[in-house]
């Protein structure tokens, strides 16, 4: 059955709703004149940022795309693709950033009525970033297809098409890089020298780097998380559809659209989850936003699996392959549940992992660091195990359907099936930062008591968010990498006939790709960490001079200057960003023209590897360490705020910002650009 028409019936519905959500947000009230101002800096200073950030990375981009233009065998359709997937990439960061800097005031402004209305426009805010990236990867992916004449030559087109999916990794590298050292440096340069030198609280309009602060949420968290999951999406679709070109005898162009296909069926999934989100007990005396949250959540789940059943009963069934492929969809449905589980256990105070870490804190700085750092490579095992039971079950699914290439695009299904959430994951994600910068506009401008407790209700919810947001990120990077990886070799071998599929890892050039696929894992993630250090110094010096030098600022009779500080750690952060980010580009391309096609491939295999555990440390030990200081806040253990064991847990905490805000998130855009520029250049490796 030809579902084609779905992806642009689906695509311009999803916009309708995006306008309406926009219209909901801001015809919503905008506080007082206090909470004006302050949400005006916010936006100001995340928009300058975002200019400066975007002129850089389009100099550089231009740059990739005159040599592309120069080394591309296939005329300009490469440099064509990656300039769209360039731009995509950046339009969808922006939306993000700027719906998110504009729901921020607005939600503030919802919870001096109420919870419902509080949560009812952080979360639409969300899920406009949520809706338009998935959107638009759809939509370009697609529309590239019909531009390279696809319907006619389905077999090329796929693979013209890679360029889109450069161009996004290229720029959600960048953005999410830049965006994670900004907004960590702004954090720990706030946190130390407010919190622990001055004893002043978090969000406290006395701290010169607040404003700062809440710019980096914005910049981090909605423009850099946008550009990733643009990223994810659009590589996850053209490496399921270049393997889906092995199944064009058995299905013909249906094995290709059918990733564009299943991911029109998610959107509309997701749009009817994001509007079951509603607070249902704001007289409660412990109400509990999250659980609506999950609620939303399950309901895409469920919709999802049914739509799942249908696309593959009538795209890529025969003789009951079908009912194979639809349990491969279901095996990535349950994957990313399990991961968003296994995050939460690891990252949520709720837990013994985090409580661990806690109670460590009595013993001073030293000893939390320890128990934080145990943590997070503890939680590597259960997500490497669940990781690899998707991959061999769907593998072997496939296989059983006794469909010719059926066992790696039985994987590529998978991915699809755990993906096909990925806008309201997003919209979750990107709801974090909007609650929490309505927390910070709520305690600048000296709301009441019962505002702020509404606030915090749901910036205690967005944490969580965020760092369930992180596992599915990573989760879906290893099952999509596996398909670029799949999709390298198939292209491999289509440009040498010599070549059977077989990387053998005893060949001395072999080993080497391999060696050097680990080593840029631990090099970028140092460069990203250190990076964060430099630009927080920088922050640091500033708040502590303006500590000495402006008289009055404890009092509270002289105001900060805000605007110096958010100057300052936006030209550090662009300028930290640019080394790591040059690194991750050069090292791949030097190791397959180099050494060639095989040794690239073990490249690829052990930076895949490398990378996704390096990731899931980073991410699960930062978390752990943020939320093990939230327990000590909340619940007052351990003598509670002020006390030795909060200001060592706060020293976690800063120690893990860059973990789980920078380099962690930055790692699994990594492994994809990798298999991305693996992709563009394999007739330079062959």
Not at 70 to 97: E, Q, R
Not at 347 to 353: A, G, L, R, V
Not at 397 to 420: D, E, K, N, Q, R
């Amino acid at each position: 059955m030809d579902l084609s028409f779905t992806i642009p019936l689906s695509g311009g519905i999803t916009v309708l709703v995006i306008l309406y959500l926009v219209w909901y947000i801001f015809k919503a009230d905008r506080g007082d004149p206090a909470m004006q101002e302050i949400a005006l800096a916010i936006k100001q200073g995340a928009m300058a940022f975002l200019k400066r950030q975007y002129t850089t990375i389009a100099i550089l981009a231009v740059i990739v795309a005159i040599i592309l233009s120069i080394m591309s065998k296939d005329g300009l359709h490469t440099p064509l693709a990656f300039i769209i997937g360039a731009l995509c990439s950046a339009l969808a960061g922006f939306i993000g950033m700027y719906v998110s800097v504009n729901a921020n005031l607005r939600t503030a402004s919802a919870a001096r009525k109420s919870l419902n209305d509080a949560l009812k426009i952080s979360f639409r805010g969300g899920a406009v970033t949520g809706l338009a990236v998935t959107a638009l990867s759809l939509l370009g992916v697609a529309g590239l297809f019909y531009i390279f004449d696809g319907f006619n030559n389905p077999r090329e087109a796929p693979l013209l098409i890679v360029g889109f999916g450069f161009g996004a990794s290229f720029v959600a590298l960048f953005a999410q890089l830049g965006g994670g050292i900004y907004t960590k440096a702004a954090d720990v340069g706030a946190d130390l020298v407010g919190k622990v030198e001055a004893g002043i609280p978090e969000d406290d309009p006395r701290n010169p780097a607040v404003v700062a602060d809440l710019v980096g949420d914005n910049v981090g968290d909605c423009a850099g998380r946008g550009a990733d999951l643009f990223e994810s999406t659009a590589a996850e679709n053209i490496g399921a559809m270049i393997l889906g070109i092995a199944l064009f005898p058995a299905f013909g162009v249906n094995g290709i659209l059918f990733p564009l296909v299943a991911r029109a069926f998610g959107l509309l999934a997701s749009i009817v989850g994001i509007f079951l989100v509603r607070n249902h007990d704001d007289e409660s005396e412990d109400p509990n936003p999250m659980a609506s949250l999950n609620i939303g959540y399950a309901v895409t789940s469920i919709l999802s699996t049914i739509a799942m059943y249908f696309v593959t009963d009538q795209m890529i069934n025969k003789n009951g392959s079908g009912l194979y492929f639809f349990g491969c969809a279901v095996i990535g449905i349950i994957t990313s549940y399990l991961f968003v589980l296994v995050t939460q256990y690891y990252t949520d105070f709720k837990y013994s992992p985090v409580r661990q870490i806690a109670r460590s804190c009595q013993t001073g700085p030293a000893t939390t660091i320890i128990t934080g750092f145990a943590v997070g490579l503890e939680s590597v095992v259960a997500p490497v195990i669940i990781i690899s039971a998707a991959l061999l079950s769907s593998h072997y699914l496939g296989v059983i359907s006794g469909i010719p290439a059926g066992g790696v695009y039985g994987t590529a299904v998978a991915t699809m099936g755990m993906l096909s959430t990925c806008a309201y994951i997003l919209a979750m994600d990107t709801f974090g930062p909007i609650t929490d910068n309505a927390g910070g506009i709520v305690e600048m401008s000296q709301q009441p008591a019962n505002v702020r407790f509404i606030t915090d209700l749901l910036d205690g919810c967005g944490n969580t968010t965020k760092a369930i947001t992180k596992g599915y990120a990573i989760g879906s990077a290893a099952l999509a990498t596996f398909l670029l990886f799949s999709a390298y070799l198939d292209e491999v071998q289509l440009l040498d006939k010599t070549f059977n599929r077989v990387v053998d890892i005893g060949k001395p050039e072999v080993f080497v790709g391999g060696f050097f696929g680990a080593m840029l894992v631990f090099l970028f993630t140092s460069t990203a960490i250190r990076a964060v250090s430099h630009a927080a110094q920088y922050v640091i010096r500033e708040v502590r001079r303006q500590f000495r030098e402006i008289k009055g600022i404890m009092e509270g009779t002289a105001k900060p200057d805000y605007a110096t500080c958010v100057d300052i750690v936006t030209r550090g952060a662009l300028k930290q960003m640019i080394l790591p980010g040059v690194i991750v580009v050069v090292v791949p391309i030097l190791v397959g023209v180099i050494l060639k096609a095989e040794a690239a491939a073990s490249f690829l295999m052990v930076s895949t590897m490398t990378g996704v555990l390096m990731a899931l440390l980073l991410n699960n030990g930062g978390g752990a360490w943020d939320n093990a200081k939230k327990c000590i806040e909340l619940s007052g253990v351990y003598e509670g705020k002020n006390s030795e064991a909060h200001k060592a847990s706060i020293v976690g905490d800063t120690v893990g910002d860059p973990f789980k805000d920078t380099a962690g998130p930055s790692l699994h855009v990594l492994i994809k650009l990798l298999s991305t520029i693996t992709l563009v250049l394999a007739s330079f490796y062959v």
